[in-house]
């Protein structure tokens, strides 16, 4: 595991597939969560669903324990790559501050663990033209 590919929090305005691609080539096991462009009147869950989902959690995860636990059972050096996930933080705001704290926590602890916010990915960049 190189500097460059540490456990931790990352933002980036980089290409969400890119990003995936530079952290596997680095030995990590990259997760991309690309969220619905429209998020109902239950956002919190449907992002701790889709989180769920992405990371390959057994059961459902509806709450930020669920989620924490779930982060807790993957495999040493995971990557989480969020798809437009700084768009998310600044739109979301309240969810994003408890799903936050649950990455941080999370990526303090072993095995190896880390999350990037992303940019959008070539399928959206093409819609947003």
């Known amino acids: 595991m190189t500097a460059a590919f540490a456990p931790g929090f990352y933002t980036t305005s980089a290409d969400a597939a890119s990003v995936a691609g530079d952290w596997r080539l680095a030995g990590w ?3 991309v969560l690309r969220l619905s462009d429209e998020l109902g009147p239950q956002a919190r869950r ?4 889709e989180l769920g989902r992405a ?3 057994l059961e459902p995860v509806t709450t930020t324990g669920a989620l924490d636990a779930a982060l807790g059972r ?7 790559v969020w798809v437009r996930g700084a768009t998310f933080a600044d739109e979301q705001p309240a969810v994003w501050s408890a799903l936050s704290d649950v990455f941080v926590a999370r990526a303090r602890r072993a095995p190896a663990f880390a999350v990037v916010l992303a940019g959008a990915d070539k399928r959206s960049k093409e819609r947003d033209r």
């Open 74 to 80: 993957l495999e040493p050096q995971t990557v989480v």
């Open 46 to 49: 449907e992002v701790l669903v």
């Open 55 to 57: 990371v390959g959690a």
């Open 29 to 31: 096991t990259p997760k």
